[in-house]
């Protein structure tokens, strides 16, 4: 790589759309489920997708690290040895998700880096792509692991007490599996500080209509929502005959969770009508199919809670309002909620600086964008909330994400890569 010379001429160097392209088709093929694709955390599917990065990078003769968490790091040098660009996202899925969450961020660097080297010319900066592990908290109940675990920030006792979904197997030991080393992590070892990098940017399929809607290729992230989550939420009240029981009598587990999801709208509702950023999901309902019955009254039923918003206040908030519901309810129908240990993410401004730049880059190369708030979350929100320069990039994206209809245009991937390609080219001069 040392014979590389300056990039000084944007228009000449291009990202490899045609190695994304089958990548994306490998990725698919070797990782399809029964419907869409399965790549969970630390497991078959995920490792399946990091080897052929690795692969693709060695061809490409990049340097290539990884850390305790597996984390992988492919760094083209640039014309400076000072902090580095890195563009980074996840390469795990939900089960029976879709092929581009997470993925088209890794192949969109991969691009832009693989054009560098087939022009022969070096960025003004060194590029590293991150590949990251086990974003989607579907298989673990813990956010952002691979990302945390890059800075030292995954603890000792989630190695031993957060459980992968579907089997089981301990987080640690998942990690070990893949070919970590749990005890570096567990004394904290971090790959690097905040400042080792000049900014992250994170390039992603928009999770939700509005890119689609509004007919917009892409869109320039302002801000993170952060969440406030109730997985394991529990109603308690007390089986009995469905036709021998009258209705003054009944604790009806099911009655009292319908009323509180009812009464959570109308509370979401109110919030919105005072202008407050906020989303509230109830994703999961179910009776004891152990126990619940057809003729009896439900005395058990388990939920679940995410709320999201840009404020903390506003989570705070809610999840006053949220208590003085369930009080209520519970004086009503004689029920017991228990809403269980709530996991929390901290919302995150994307950097100013790094959204103007990509402003101004999609004006240079003619391509429309949305500046917008971004519902999900995102590794990015690690970066941005330990003070790196952050910035992220959204992909117009059909039918939704988490599902395996899932559809990004390649047309609108090519744009994306081009942008961020001349951004890499003439990034921000961020003083920190």
Not at 171 to 181: E, P, S, T, W
Not at 262 to 267: A, G, S
């Amino acid at each position: 790589m040392t014979d590389l010379s300056k990039a000084n001429d944007t228009d000449t160097i291009k990202p490899d759309i045609a190695l994304a392209e089958r990548l994306f088709t490998e990725f698919y093929t070797r990782t399809s489920d029964v419907r869409g694709v399965t790549r969970i955390s630390y497991g078959l599917g995920e490792n399946i997708a990091h080897s052929i990065i690795r692969r693709e990078a060695e061809a490409l003769g990049l340097a290539i690290k990884s850390d305790p968490a597996c984390n992988q790091y492919i760094t083209l040098p640039g014309q400076s040895d000072g902090p580095e660009i890195v563009i980074g996202s996840h390469l795990d899925s939900v089960p029976m998700g879709g092929n581009f969450d997470g993925a088209a961020g890794v192949l969109m660097g991969l691009s832009i880096i693989s054009g560098f080297v087939s022009s022969r010319r070096l960025p003004i900066l060194p590029i590293t792509l991150m590949v990251i592990r086990a974003e989607e908290s579907a298989w673990f109940a813990a956010s952002y692991i691979g990302s945390r675990a890059s800075f030292g920030q995954l603890s000792a006792q989630e190695l031993e007490t957060v459980i992968r979904a579907g089997d089981g197997e301990k987080l640690g030991d998942a990690i070990q599996a893949a070919g970590g080393c749990i005890s570096e992590i567990a004394k904290g070892y971090s790959h690097w500080s905040p400042g080792d990098i000049a900014l992250f940017l994170e390039p992603h399929i928009e999770q939700g209509p509005i890119l689609a809607q509004k007919n917009i290729p892409l869109g320039i992230v302002t801000d993170i929502r952060g969440s406030l989550r109730f997985r394991q939420a529990i109603c308690r009240g007390t089986y009995a005959h469905s036709g021998a029981t009258p209705r003054e009598t009944r604790r009806d587990a099911a009655l009292a969770v319908c009323k509180l999801v009812v009464e959570i709208d109308q509370l979401w509702r109110q919030f919105e009508a005072r202008g407050k950023d906020l989303t509230v999901t109830v994703g999961e309902i179910a009776t004891d199919p152990n126990e619940a019955s057809f003729s009896k009254v439900a005395g058990s039923v388990r939920f679940s809670l995410d709320i999201r918003s840009n404020s903390r206040a506003i989570l705070k908030a809610f999840a006053v309002d949220l208590q003085v519901l369930t009080r209520a309810i519970e004086k009503d129908e004689n029920v017991i909620f228990d809403l269980g240990p709530r996991t929390s993410t901290k919302s995150a401004k994307m950097h100013s600086s790094i959204v103007s730049r990509l402003d101004q880059a999609a004006t240079e190369i003619k391509v429309p964008i949305l500046k917008m708030p971004c519902g999900a979350g995102h590794d990015a929100a690690t970066f941005a909330n330990l003070g790196v320069p952050t910035g992220m990039l959204f992909l117009r994206n059909e039918n939704g994400s988490h599902n395996p209809d899932e559809y990004m245009s390649l047309s609108d991937f090519s744009d994306g890569a081009k942008l961020l390609m001349r951004f890499c080219m003439q990034p921000p001069d961020i003083a920190k």
